[in-house]
């Protein structure tokens, strides 16, 4: 019993003679915080996505702005059922439908060439620039289309309107001018339409075609 009560007295004894200090009840225990940046990430995210939407804009604007399309006459059988074959030529990245081809066939003489009475009647259609002479219309019934990037023939028959533009024709190609073939010119429109685009009244390309 005397050892025991001894050895607590050392002990309560030790202890009463440490200093310390009670923490106050009222603070906060310490945290540590990391930070992750999401700025960058955002940033760099933006600027991908500013980068898609800039390439789309660009194909769609590439793909799909309107690209006059053409038409040009390429051969011409002239007789008694004269024919006339065009080119109609799409330059557009989706399909074009034409109809109402509204073109008309001229004859011009050479300086110098003799010009039949039976081609004008007494209105001389001749004067010091030359001659223009109209021989017929070219028609077409049905309308047509062309594919995406492409080009496509197309006959059409030649039709004269009067009696005098049909012997105009026949005189001309049994009076030919020193051994020359004929100088024909094409002149009008035709409508072309996509889903995407009205280009309205398309002119056919004027230029000499020799016969």
């Known amino acids: ?62 793909f799909l702005i309107p690209r006059t399309p053409t038409v040009q006459l390429e051969e011409i059988l002239l007789s008694t059922q004269s024919v006339g074959k065009f080119k109609f030529k799409n330059n557009n990245y989706y399909d074009i439908k034409w109809k109402h081809p509204d073109i008309s066939l001229y004859w ?24 223009i002479i109209k021989l017929g219309e070219f028609k077409l019934g049905d309308s047509f289309s062309t594919k995406a990037k492409s080009t496509k023939n197309v ?21 030919p001018y020193e051994g020359r073939p004929q100088r024909l010119m094409t002149s009008g429109e035709v409508k072309a339409k996509s889903s995407i685009n009205n280009f309205g009244n398309v002119k056919v390309s004027k230029s000499y075609y020799y016969f």
């Open 155 to 175: 006959e059409m028959p030649v039709l004269s309107t009067t009696n005098q533009e049909l012997a105009c024709t026949s005189w001309m190609l049994l009076n």
């Open 1 to 62: 019993m005397y050892l025991k009560t001894k050895l607590n007295n050392i002990l309560m004894t030790d202890k009463d003679n440490i200093p310390y200090e009670e923490l106050p009840t009222n603070e906060q225990p310490a945290y540590s915080y990391y930070v992750i940046p999401t700025d960058n990430k955002k940033k760099k995210q933006c600027g991908g996505g500013c980068c898609c939407l800039m390439l789309v804009t660009f194909f769609l604007c590439f």
């Open 108 to 131: 011009i003489p050479y300086n110098g060439q003799t010009v039949g009475q039976v081609c004008y009647g007494e209105d001389d259609p001749c004067d010091s620039e030359g001659c």
